[in-house]
T-cell receptor, first 109, second 114 residues
Framework: GQNIDQPTEMTATEGAIVQINCTYQTSGFNGLFWYQQHAGEAPTFLSYNVLDGLEEKGRFSSFLSRSKGYSYLLLKELQMKDSASYLCAVTDSNYQLIWGAGTKLIIKP | IAGITQAPTSQILAAGRRMTLRCTQDMRHNAMYWYRQDLGLGLRLIHYSNTAGTTGKGEVPDGYSVSRANTDDFPLTLASAVPSQTSVYFC?????????????FGPGTRLTVL
């Protein structure tokens, strides 16, 4: 079966750095997405990785290792507005997105 | 209209009733999707459409039907609602169904079936 694993919840302090991990087992791999979802709102796109390595975009970076079936999202200089759920999703061999359940990130002052 | 709109925002429905959730996008995207999101579970694909005139079944299609008569609209119909269909429903679109094309989401419809 296809499976995406993420921690259910994480807590971090404003101004700090947090790393959210995602491991996946899917039938084929055609890229990995990270989305942010604030409570009661729609998911919004953060990043896309298809090759191994680190993609940096401002305070957010995303890393991929295809051989390990592993990705992480790194958030730096955390702000209160970063409190949200972070969703990992993998495009499988049929080009369908398989979604993880999401990691709820709580930022404390 | 800018992006994707969904209607209604929320709805309480009696079991056994028929309900259509509406979705419209103005980005001229080829592909559209319907997901449901339940607490503790990831987004689950109900149905999708890679282009106008075609539809396909996702992971959890039972009890739902869709149509794609044109590029912009992708309604989702529950023929006879059951309490297990209580969920938040998101419509999304992308510029083609290929890898790397991010999906844009509508604001969601919160549906409660009693």
């Amino acid at each position: 079966g296809q499976n995406i694993d993420q921690p259910t919840e994480m807590t971090a302090t404003e101004g700090a750095i947090v790393q959210i991990n995602c491991t996946y087992q899917t039938s084929g791999f055609n890229g990995l997405f990270w989305y942010q979802q604030h409570a009661g709102e729609a998911p919004t796109f953060l990043s896309y990785n298809v090759l191994d390595g680190l993609e940096e975009k401002g305070r957010f970076s995303s890393f991929l290792s295809r051989s390990k079936g592993y990705s992480y999202l790194l958030l730096k200089e955390l702000q209160m507005k970063d409190s949200a759920s972070y969703l990992c999703a993998v495009t499988d061999s049929n080009y369908q997105l398989i979604w993880g359940a999401g990691t709820k990130l709580i930022i404390k002052p | 209209i800018a992006g994707i709109t969904q209607a209604p925002t929320s709805q309480i429905l009696a079991a056994g009733r028929r309900m259509t959730l509406r979705c419209t996008q103005d980005m001229r995207h080829n592909a559209m999707y319907w997901y449901r999101q339940d607490l503790g579970l990831g987004l689950r694909l109900i149905h999708y459409s890679n282009t106008a005139g075609t539809t396909g079944k996702g992971e959890v299609p039972d009890g739902y039907s869709v149509s794609r008569a044109n590029t912009d609209d992708f309604p989702l119909t529950l023929a006879s609602a059951v309490p297990s269909q209580t969920s938040v429903y998101f419509c999304a679109s992308s510029d083609g169904g290929l890898a790397g094309n991010e999906q844009f989401f509508g604001p969601g419809t919160r549906l409660t079936v009693l």
